[in-house]
């Protein structure tokens, strides 16, 4: 059995703070806890959000047995267990690793990764890229230097519909057609045109060039370097030619942000369809988490992908129970239609799980909700803002006057427009800013 590693609340890293490594990546995992109000947290890194039904069962067994019951998504497609005691984190690591779900110990923090978790059921996308997936994976677990990788660092895999590569990873993966990737460094607008075999060890060697530039900085992001990412972009494209990839730049447009997948049914090849699903304000009880695994392992492949969007993706449902199943999901009170008010509508968690939160902010969010909105919203308890969207999205953060509330367009904030924290008002002015 894995020994015990008690909770820990590491100090916050500041940028630019060339100590900050010394003091330790302040996320938490599954070998280190977090100590929140409402017990202990732990973060289960789940690469490109793949489950399969038994790996599902075991978290749900987890929330029940050791946590509060529910399974929170986070917005790298990752699973939370809150309310955690003290003593879990023995068997929490035992149990997990007997699931398949902790390969590596040393590695268990740097496995952030989101993948397109549409890719190779809906006929979009350039190709699939579970393959990119399993082999990146496994790379990252056989590097020692990636073991130094931060919980905060990110990769992304798009299959080429420009999903997941819109959501600010350190090192992107681009699908360009059947056989070509572009490896994106951060923000950079230059890419790198890799052959797609080499695409999962180019973007190993690009995060390994970033531990090396980052070294003495304080850096734990591709954005965090004091040079930014040109001289990383550089030392990428001198190690790719060292290893002899075939390789040349190309200029490459950011994509813009088109969201998670649509709710609903989405139709698929072989005669088969994919349920994709939201969870209200991102998190499902152990109860619904069950009946999702149940239809996922008696009427799909036994896949579940959980989506950045706080969503799930169950594939492989025979054609003509599609209908059925998913009306069966919603009445457990999953999202089904994109039309739900639910849709786009995120939070931090709030009081009373977070002692620097203003408010209770799920239970606000909850009384203010509205008509579904042209813009995402994100509520916070604070100005930290925990686990917020990337791109454009209305910004609403508890302060002791109120709620300010703002239009958030890349690195860009409108001036914030304060409102009481009365349901009425804040879901008049939350719909306006939506609009």
């Known amino acids: 059995m ?13 940028p630019g703070d060339e100590s900050a490594r010394s003091r330790g990546d302040a996320c938490p995992g599954t070998l280190r ?21 038994g790996q599902a069962d075991v978290l749900r067994d987890l929330a029940e047995r050791l946590g509060d019951d529910e399974l929170h998504l986070t917005s790298r497609g990752n699973v939370q267990l809150r309310g955690l005691g003290a003593d879990c984190g023995g068997e929490l690591a035992h149990v997990l690793a007997g699931a398949g779900l902790l390969p590596s110990e040393r590695h268990e923090r740097a496995r952030n990764v989101v993948a397109s978790p549409l890719s190779g059921l809906d006929g979009r996308g350039e190709r699939d ?17 990636a073991a130094d990788l931060s919980g905060r660092f990110l990769f992304a895999l798009d299959d080429g519909r420009g999903d997941v590569g819109a959501l600010g990873g350190d090192v992107t993966l681009t699908a360009r057609g059947a056989d070509e990737a572009l490896l994106r460094i951060g923000p950079a607008r230059d890419a790198v045109l890799v052959r797609s075999a080499q695409a999962p060890r180019a973007a190993l060697i690009a995060a390994e060039a970033f531990l090396d530039q980052a070294a003495g900085t304080g850096a734990w992001r591709v954005t965090d370097l004091p040079g930014g990412t040109g001289p990383l972009l550089d030392a990428v494209v001198r190690r790719l030619r060292q290893a002899e990839f075939g390789h040349a730049l190309a200029a490459a447009p950011l994509p813009r942000d088109v969201g998670g997948p649509a709710l609903g049914v989405v139709p698929g090849p072989h005669g088969t369809d994919t349920l994709s699903l939201g969870l209200p304000l991102g998190r499902v009880g152990a109860t619904q988490w069950r009946t999702l695994t149940d239809t996922a392992r008696d009427h799909g492949n036994g896949e579940l992908r959980l989506t950045p969007w706080r969503g799930i993706v169950l594939p492989g449902v025979e054609r003509p129970k599609a209908a059925e199943l998913l009306e069966n999901l919603r009445t457990a009170g999953l999202v ?48 930290r803002r925990c686990g917020h969207p990337h791109g454009e999205w209305i910004d609403v953060v508890a302060t002791p006057e109120g709620y300010e509330i703002s239009h958030v367009h890349g690195e860009k904030r409108d001036t914030p427009a304060t409102v009481p924290g009365s349901p009425g008002a804040l879901a008049a002015a939350v719909a306006a800013a939506r609009r």
């Open 2 to 14: 894995l020994a015990a590693m008690p909770p820990s609340v590491p100090s916050p890293a500041v």
């Open 336 to 383: 089904t239609a994109s039309a739900s008010p639910w849709t786009g509508v995120g939070a931090c968690i709030g009081r009373p799980g977070c002692a620097k939160s203003l408010d209770d902010v799920r239970a606000t969010a909850t009384a203010a909700l509205g008509p579904v909105g042209a813009l995402p919203v994100y509520w916070s308890g604070c100005a």
């Open 129 to 145: 890229i579970r393959a990119w997936l399993s082999a990146l994976d496994e790379l990252l677990c056989a590097s020692d230097q």
């Open 33 to 53: 806890l977090h100590r929140a109000d409402d017990g202990a947290l732990a973060r289960v890194r789940i690469p490109g959000g793949v489950l399969n039904a």
